[in-house]
C-alpha cells in the first residue's frame, strides 16, 4: 500500500459515521395524560411526552402541554436554552423579571441560566410545544 492508501483508508475509517436509528413515530392521544402543571401545581394541563417515547439515544425533549384555563407553569431556573412555541391561545412569559405576551405562531426562545415561566390568559386554553436538549 502506498502513503496516500494508508492515508484515505485512515481516514475513512476515522470518519465512517455510524448508522443512525430509524426514525421514531409518536402519536401525540398515545402519551396524553391530564396533570397539574410543572413546577408549582398551577392549575391543570394536558401534557404530551413525545420525546419520552422515543427509543434512546435522543438529545432533545420535545413536548406538547395544554394549560387550561388559569393555569400556569411556575417560574422555574433553566439549565438549558429552551422554547416555547404558542399553538394557540394566549399567555404571558416570564424570563428574569421581564414579562411578554404570547398569541399564536409567537415563539420565546429562553436563556440557560433564567429563571421562567408563562402562564394561560384569556378565555381558551393555552396550547404549547417545549423543547429543550436532554441533559447530558
Not at 68 to 76: E, F, K, P
Amino acid at each position: 500500500m502506498t502513503i496516500l492508501s494508508l492515508f484515505l483508508a485512515a481516514t475513512a475509517a476515522t470518519t465512517a459515521t455510524p448508522a443512525a436509528p430509524p426514525m421514531a413515530v409518536i402519536d401525540e392521544q398515545d402519551v396524553a395524560r391530564e396533570e397539574p402543571t410543572p413546577h408549582g401545581k398551577i392549575g391543570m394541563s394536558t401534557a404530551y411526552r413525545i420525546s419520552d417515547a422515543v427509543p434512546q439515544p435522543r438529545r432533545m425533549e420535545f413536548r406538547k402541554r395544554i394549560l387550561h384555563v388559569g393555569s400556569a407553569i411556575g417560574l422555574h431556573p433553566i439549565a438549558h436554552d429552551e422554547v416555547y412555541y404558542v399553538l394557540s391561545g394566549t399567555g404571558e412569559v416570564s424570563s428574569d423579571g421581564q414579562t411578554r405576551a404570547l398569541t399564536p405562531g409567537m415563539a420565546a426562545y429562553l436563556y440557560d441560566g433564567a429563571v421562567v415561566g408563562i402562564k394561560q390568559t384569556g378565555t381558551e386554553p393555552l396550547a404549547l410545544i417545549i423543547s429543550y436538549p436532554v441533559k447530558e
